[in-house]
């Protein structure tokens, strides 16, 4: 057994004696414990086409992480998420609370991203672009250009300590930190602004929540990318534990092909492997010493393998070399491989009815999040009920009703609001009917409606606040009508 396999499996000889009639032939069984130490993994590097979307994917999504943030849009940062201000500033958009349903339509179509890539093509997502596999390979990478690869880090930590042992480590860990505090500083700069947060973290002025939070995500990055590492994929991330739901048969997923490869065994290559008895694994164990989890791709389908296809890669690069047919270990679907198709008929069975129906779902729910996003209006208003009093008779014979308007001017400039109501023949508004209301800004005033005492039946009637926005000296941008009730008493 290569030491980087799973020190949980253990195949051990049972005596003959303890076998059933059904055992007999088979002298050996798996034991596996549920409690095993840890045994740390030290994947060796990879190329191949797998590797390089990979790495593609690490430079993407980290460039628009750690860039984003500095990015301006005007006077403000493009993005950020002022909870304080409770205002969602995204590019040309600024979202209140109430545009909760954009944050809605955000998760619905991420999930049905994740239904339709998981159908598609098993974990996509955690082999190429979840963080902790970007982290991982970030960090993996800063571990191997200090301590090397696979051989001299095992033998380095083997080693008894020395100067240049003390010298890597510490190089190692502070590098480290620094990516992690990078990113922590990064996460937080989402919520507050980052330019003044760096001004704040270089005078020592950072509030304690900013402190707090930047050290809480730096170490969450440093831990889980330093240390845990396959360990959150394996025991920590729910995701691996329900995947299984989303896949079929016609899911692509690492696999090795197990009719070719077996029986394995090592050879001399001018040998003809065929004449030997021998199938086309060498077993030299580089696919297990590659993988980011440590485990043997040609026990088949686990859990544990977070589809990365760095075992493909690296298989590809030993067929080459002994002069095989590449695909040993290759992207493949459990029908294909039982059925032996080829990749273009593979390739039909993509669109198949799961994935059309999840396609259909993701283009429907995308268009309507874009449309609702083109036609939203600049300003929003919230129209409450006075609790105070529900209705009152006031000077003059005239029935008051009061409301509380909340006014959310979504632009960035200046918006004037003309109020009026309308629903009962003589309603008037007496209160102030022209409001301003500063950039991105939210102001709640009080309404009063009157209504003649012998004007309307006594009981609930529908109304209509009708608000008009314009900017000073300007034509009107928009309208909007919000609907409430005017209470007449007995
Ligand atoms: S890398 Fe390929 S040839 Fe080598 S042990 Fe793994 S499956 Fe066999
Ligand atoms: S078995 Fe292969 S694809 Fe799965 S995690 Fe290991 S290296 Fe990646």
New binding site residues.
Partial sequence: MDSQENPSRKVVPIAPVAATSAEAGDSTQEVISLYVAHQKIYPRSVQGLFAYWRWALVFITQIIFYGLPWLEWGQRQAVLFDLGARRFYIFGFVLYPQDFIYLTAILVISAFSLFLFTAVAGRLWC?YACPQTVYSEIFLWVERKIEGDRTARMKLDASGMSLEKLFKKWYKHIVWLGIAMWTGFTFVGYFTPIRDLGMEFFTGNMSSWEVFWVFFYALATYGNAGFMREQVCKYMCPYARFQSAMFDKDTLI?TYDEARGEPRGARSKKADHKALGLGACVDCSL?VQ????????RKGL?Y?????????DVCDTVMEKVGYAKGL?KYSTQNAMAGGWSREQTWRRVLRPRVLLYTGILALVTLALMLSLAVRKPFKVDVVRDRAALARIVSGGQIENVYRLQIMNAAEKPLHFKLSAEGVQGLQLVTENDVLVPATESRWISVRLHLPYDAAQPGSHPIHFHIQAYEEGKEVVDTLSEKSVFLVPR
């Fill in positions: 082999g690492v696919c590659v993988c980011p989890t440590g485990i043997d791709i686990q544990e393998c977070i589809g990365c296809g760095a075992c493909a270990v």
